[in-house]
């Protein structure tokens, strides 16, 4: 029995509409996860032509950071000013648009000013696509939020895959126009099946109540998970269990895949047993693979194997968190849902900031390992407040 709001209520649109939006849906969250992914490839190829130091380029980095968190922040009177639909139309169309300026960027304040756009507008789209999917959940009366963050993830492999082909063949900025321009054909062919916001017109500042809230800490915590795994399963292969650098990449790549499948199969899991199980299971898993990944570390030599398939299996057990939290903000039936699911994606993004340089510092006072044994812990706590945070679904 699924725990999603009923839809077809009266005034809304039929579940064709419904089911018509969900594939425009679609497109957005495979665009976003797309351009991140592209962007990704032009990392390194942008330090060099600009020469900047490690530094230099944290710095151009963390303008990126601050300008999606200060714009999502933002982002719900927006969104109950103007409903979604218009909102993630706007942003898409620049969070593409941008992709290739970095490439031609004269200096390092240009880059700065460009990036802190390029993720204000990434930012903004994340939260605008995250609130139409929960209407568009709450229409067909059925789950679908896990799959659209699959296609995120499916996105960013098909950026990296993509960009990483075509960088040797032309330039950065020829790159990322094309793979922009190909998006966006997608995209506005789509574009006219979103759902229109029932309530849009509610604009102004609300602040989260204390279900959302919690719900916002639960994502946070999550993303702190998913970015220390990114930020630091390579090095933990390489400098605590001695795996060579082919195998140390290999970490994070079967994280991601795994995160991948479990969302693609989330919804029919979610749709049959309920967020909150759904939730409590994964926090028992992610837990368990981050113990095969400490228990690599304690056998002699060290076994990267084991380690790798701990991160696996932790993939799998993270990989529903964030969708079942976000539906189950998009289906508050008090207040405003598009304000709601701004504050809990705000809150998740200032847990992606925050994880890896927490892990880090806890790896200098004592170790990696015991820094995935803490993360290890937070799961834990989240599957026991899975309860509490996620209603259960209608006998």
Same mark, same amino acid.
């Given at each position: 029995?699924?725990?999603?709001?009923?839809?077809?209520?009266? +005034?809304?649109?039929? =579940?064709?509409? /419904?089911?018509?939006? @969900?594939?425009?849906?679609?497109?957005?969250?495979?665009?976003?996860? %797309?351009?991140?992914?592209?962007?990704?490839?032009?990392?390194?190829?942008?330090?060099? @032509?600009?020469?900047?130091?490690?530094?230099?380029?944290?710095?151009?980095?963390?303008?990126?950071? $601050?300008?999606?968190? %200060?714009?999502?922040?933002?982002?719900?009177?927006?969104?109950?000013?103007?409903?979604?639909?218009?909102?993630?139309?706007?942003?898409?169309?620049?969070?593409?648009?941008?992709?290739?300026?970095?490439?031609?960027?004269?200096?390092?304040?240009?880059?700065?000013? $460009?990036?802190?756009?390029?993720?204000?507008?990434?930012?903004?789209?994340?939260?605008?696509?995250?609130? *139409?999917?929960?209407?568009?959940?709450?229409?067909?009366?059925?789950?679908?939020?896990?799959?659209?963050?699959?296609?995120?993830?499916?996105?960013?492999?098909?950026?990296?895959?993509?960009?990483?082909?075509?960088?040797?063949?032309?330039?950065?900025?020829? *790159?990322?126009?094309?793979?922009?321009?190909?998006?966006?054909?997608?995209?506005?062919?789509? *574009?006219?099946?979103?759902?229109?916001?029932?309530?849009?017109?509610?604009?102004?500042?609300?602040?989260?109540?204390?279900?959302?809230? !919690?719900?916002?800490?639960?994502?946070?915590?999550?993303?702190?998970?998913?970015?220390?795994?990114?930020?630091?399963?390579?090095?933990?292969?390489?400098?605590?269990?001695?795996?060579?650098?082919?195998?140390?990449?290999?970490?994070?790549?079967?994280?991601?895949?795994?995160?991948?499948?479990?969302?693609?199969?989330?919804?029919?899991? @979610? #749709? @049959?047993?309920?967020? /909150? %199980?759904?939730?409590? +299971?994964?926090?028992?898993?992610?837990?368990?693979?981050?113990?095969? $990944?400490?228990?690599?570390?304690?056998?002699?030599?060290?076994?990267?194997? !084991?380690?790798?398939?701990?991160?696996?299996?932790?993939?799998?057990?993270?990989?529903?968190?964030?969708?079942?939290?976000?539906?189950?903000?998009?289906?508050?039936?008090?207040?405003?849902?598009? #304000?709601? $699911?701004?504050?809990?994606? =705000?809150?998740?993004?200032?847990?992606?900031?925050?994880?890896?340089?927490?892990?880090?510092?806890?790896? *200098?006072?004592?170790?990696?390992?015991?820094?995935?044994?803490?993360?290890?812990?937070?799961?834990?706590?989240?599957?026991?407040?899975?309860?509490?945070?996620?209603?259960?679904?209608?006998?």
């Amino acid at each position: 029995m699924s725990d999603v709001t009923k839809g077809r209520e009266a +005034g809304y649109p039929a =579940t064709a509409d /419904a089911a018509s939006a @969900r594939w425009a849906t679609v497109a957005a969250f495979f665009l976003n996860g %797309t351009v991140f992914g592209v962007w990704a490839t032009q990392i390194p190829l942008l330090k060099n @032509r600009l020469d900047l130091s490690p530094a230099v380029l944290g710095a151009a980095l963390l303008c990126l950071a $601050v300008g999606a968190l %200060t714009a999502m922040i933002a982002s719900g009177p927006l969104l109950g000013r103007i409903g979604s639909a218009p909102v993630m139309r706007v942003t898409a169309l620049l969070f593409a648009g941008l992709l290739p300026l970095p490439a031609l960027v004269p200096d390092v304040v240009t880059l700065c000013i $460009v990036l802190a756009l390029f993720g204000a507008s990434g930012g903004t789209m994340d939260v605008a696509m995250n609130a *139409q999917g929960a209407l568009v959940e709450r229409r067909l009366g059925r789950p679908i939020m896990s799959s659209l963050h699959g296609m995120w993830s499916l996105g960013g492999l098909a950026g990296a895959g993509l960009g990483g082909l075509l960088l040797p063949l032309m330039p950065a900025a020829a *790159q990322a126009a094309l793979v922009s321009a190909g998006l966006l054909v997608l995209f506005l062919a789509l *574009q006219g099946r979103f759902l229109p916001d029932r309530n849009a017109g509610g604009g102004g500042l609300v602040l989260p109540d204390r279900k959302t809230l !919690l719900l916002g800490l639960l994502a946070a915590l999550s993303f702190m998970s998913e970015g220390a795994i990114l930020d630091w399963s390579a090095i933990h292969l390489r400098d605590d269990l001695g795996a060579p650098a082919a195998v140390a990449g290999m970490g994070f790549g079967v994280f991601s895949a795994a995160m991948a499948a479990g969302r693609f199969s989330g919804d029919r899991l @979610r #749709h @049959r047993f309920g967020g /909150a %199980t759904l939730m409590r +299971g994964g926090g028992l898993l992610a837990a368990a693979g981050l113990g095969l $990944v400490l228990a690599g570390g304690m056998v002699a030599d060290g076994t990267p194997l !084991l380690a790798i398939a701990g991160f696996g299996l932790t993939g799998i057990g993270l990989s529903n968190m964030v969708p079942v939290l976000f539906s189950t903000a998009g289906a508050v039936e008090t207040g405003h849902p598009d #304000h709601a $699911v701004a504050a809990v994606s =705000t809150m998740g993004y200032a847990g992606v900031l925050t994880g890896p340089p927490l892990v880090g510092f806890i790896a *200098q006072a004592t170790s990696l390992a015991t820094a995935f044994a803490m993360i290890a812990l937070l799961v834990l706590g989240m599957a026991a407040a899975a309860a509490r945070a996620v209603p259960r679904p209608p006998a």
